[in-house]
């Protein structure tokens, strides 16, 4: 039954949601119709083959795209009842991304990277930057914060990456994949950070191939075949 209003500490949630693509006389079921919940202080790990329905997942709790069926909600927002422009602004202010591949701007410093959430929401540069040299500041980045994305490592481009996800001090922080390009140290300083960062009554939700990163998950949700198990289906996975 979809509930007007969140319960208290959840993040975002879908209820009896899914998504289907139609082309020609064809349905492609991306995502089977789920009810699920994602929590405050929660580190959620999402794994599950390619193509299983991990990303649709993302995508949804992202505000990327509409649900077929059912109900998305972040917070105690509706999204389905958004309009695209709306879409943006509630990605903008609420949800903060992560990538495999990073996605920086080359042509800006990790600085203005980090900037750059701010001053998409209208913040002035000076204040803009100040709080991100802050921010960089806590991850131990701030003799890197003048270097182009180029000239930083693996892991310092993903930290900087974390820490524009954070700028606008969103309550949900979806990731993909942020660790697949990343050494083992890296990996491991990464995910310690998000880690630390569900703490602070953040939900994290980490879609990844490598079962490894378990051991930092409070909890782990599989999907095969556009169906969400919150049990380890074992070899039929």
């Known amino acids: 039954m979809d509930q007007p209003q969140a319960l208290p500490g959840t993040a975002a949630r879908l209820s009896n949601a899914g998504k289907e693509y139609r082309t020609g006389d064809t349905t492609i079921v991306a995502l089977q119709p789920t009810t699920v919940a994602f929590h405050k202080g929660e580190v959620t790990l999402v794994v599950g083959p390619s193509g299983s329905g991990k990303t649709t997942l ?7 795209i509409y649900p ?6 972040v917070g105690d927002t509706c999204v ?9 602004t509630l990605r903008l202010q ?9 996605n920086l701007l080359a042509p800006l410093n990790a600085l203005e990277n980090v900037m750059q959430p701010l001053i998409l929401q209208g913040v002035h540069r000076k204040e803009a930057r100040k709080k991100a040299f802050d921010l960089i500041r806590t991850f131990n980045m701030e003799d890197r914060a003048y270097s182009l994305p180029r000239n930083l490592s693996g892991g310092q481009q993903q930290r900087i990456a974390v820490a524009r ?28 950070m998000l880690s630390r960062l569900s703490k602070e009554d953040r939900s994290v939700i980490i879609v990844t191939h490598d079962l ?12 095969s075949e556009g169906t969400i198990r919150e049990s380890d289906p074992g070899e039929d996975f």
């Not at 609420?94 to 990073?102: D, E, K, T």
Request: hydrophobic share 40%; with cysteine.
């Open 165 to 192: 996800s954070l700028i606008t001090n969103p309550k949900l922080i979806l990731c993909d994949e942020p660790t697949a390009s990343l050494d083992h140290q890296s990996a491991r300083q990464v995910m310690d």
């Open 68 to 73: 077929t069926m059912g109900k998305v909600w």
């Open 212 to 223: 490894r990163l378990k051991k930092y998950a409070d909890r782990t949700i599989y999907v």
């Open 80 to 88: 389905n009842e958004l309009s695209g422009t709306e879409l943006a």
């Open 94 to 102: 609420q949800i903060g991304f992560v990538f495999q591949g990073f």
């Open 58 to 64: 993302l995508s949804l709790l992202g505000c990327v």
